[in-house]
């Protein structure tokens, strides 16, 4: 490679240094062989809104923005490719960094894998907060909720080894594409055509891959969904519950089990106040309604409180849809409701009779649950490697560049040699990007030197140990980020993003240790 590919002759001159390039016939030109034509166009003097060249014979009358009638006429000059006539004339630079900023997305695509995987695991923990603040208030329903959401965790990790090694396989034919165009700095504008070909088809493999991502993750999001409606249910009533607990207690060995609004108590055989609309309660013992009453000074009043075992039937009142009687030992409650609480009251009132036989009693279990949080780190580490392994260029090829002194380090000695992964064993997991990129590299015939096997690891329980290591390398990957920043080497919004991603590792890490040790202490105790 000569010195400086990329500084083209314009192919008109034969002399000039080329600066601009046509799209249509890909000519390189100097700005001396470019020829102009200057253009009359019409710019309304109200508010500067381009009408554009008029039609021959066409007059604009006034502006389409403003209606004003103040039209004035402007002219500019546009470059036309002396070969083609075309006037699609680019500057050069620009049309290399757009061409460069075309083949980044593309490869950042990869990206997808964790981010969809960081949203899923967001999904899971609020779910599972909200599961665990509903047992704490005794709904205790349906145990299933704990089963289906321990099933995703166990299902979690294989998960992610699935969507990084996709990333990986994919990562690599990336790389087979872009090997020796990932400088952008060196493409030759011959090149340009080429190289929209390999960022179509590393687009091709990103939704490729996006598809395998949603593929991989849709039966966890389905089950996930699942009990995520069965709980706002569930919280539903708990909201409800705020005025039953104003107006009535639960007896000892008394669960909620539904709220439901709007009921009206139409005439009863025995009820001295049998005209009243408000809250119907189920537990698991009683049934109430729970109404605001009185004309003058408003207040809440219990309409009825009654054992579940008086309740010897639910009729239907032939003569009207929505009316329900409540057949009680006393004798009969005529209620109205809206047809959705018509539909679930018998079913949860056979819930509530047989209500033993739903809940879940297991409390450790829901706190197991709420404790073992997964970490989505090592895939997004392992992921973002891969990404700035494809963005890096290749440092074998790379002419020797003026290393910057004001840094102790030249940015190829990426990590520093004392981490160098071969002698740090990531426990947890938390794979340094060099990991991957020693590995790409090798694979591609970059490197000679093989430094490891790279295996990656995940395991979701982490010791104190890996958690220390994890956090000495997210340090590590703090300074490093800053490095690359400073090295020119990473551009700021990747730089924030990559920060902002560290940093929130770093909580959680400092989280988890905090926790880990507290639960050491006290076993010790
Ligand atoms: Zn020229
Ligand atoms: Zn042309
Ligand atoms: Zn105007």
Known sequence: MTEDSTLERCKSCQNNRATHICEDCGMVLCSDCLDNRSNEYIVCGNCHH???????????????????????????????CPTCHSSRVEILEDKRRKLALEMRHSIMNIQYGHTKLREFNNKLTVTKRLLVSLRMANFLHYRWLEEKIEAI???????????????EIVAR???????????YTRWNPSQFPFIEGITNRITELGIYYKQNVDEALEPL????????????????????????YDNAQLAVGELPVCALPDVKVNGSDFLKNDKAIGTLYVTNKRLLLIAET??????????????????????????????????????DVRISCSDQTKKVLPDYIEIARKFERYIQTDMKRVRKLEQEEMSISDVRLKIEGMVYSLLSPNSKHDEPRPVDTRFERPPQQWPHPRYQTGNVPFGAGYATPDSFRDELERTLGRQSEPNRDYNPQYRPQVSIDALQRDAESIRQALRETVHLLRDGR????????????????????????????????????
């Open 153 to 167: 965790q166990e299902e979690l990790p294989a998960l992610k080894n699935r969507i990084g090694n996709q990333a």
């Open 294 to 331: 009185g004309r003058v000074r408003r207040k809440m009043e219990v309409i009825f409180d009654f054992p579940l075992i008086y309740l010897k039937s639910l009729e239907e009142d032939g003569r009207l849809r929505k009316r329900l009687v409540l057949k009680l030992k006393q004798g």
């Open 221 to 244: 999001r389905i089950t996930l969904k699942e009990v995520k409606r069965q709980l706002d249910g569930l919280e539903y009533y708990k909201n409800q519950f705020t005025d039953f």
């Open 50 to 80: 381009s009408l554009g060249e008029p039609i021959p014979g066409e007059k604009f009358e006034r502006c389409p923005e403003c209606e004003s009638e103040n039209l004035t006429k402007g002219r500019r000059t546009v470059d036309i």
């Open 490 to 525: 990473l551009v700021t919004e990747d730089f924030i993003r990559r920060y902002k991603d560290l940093m929130r590792d770093s909580y959680h890490n400092r989280r988890e240790l905090e926790r880990q040790s507290r639960d050491t202490r006290d076993r010790l105790r």
């Open 173 to 183: 034919r990336m790389a087979a594409e872009t090997k020796n165009f990932v400088d």
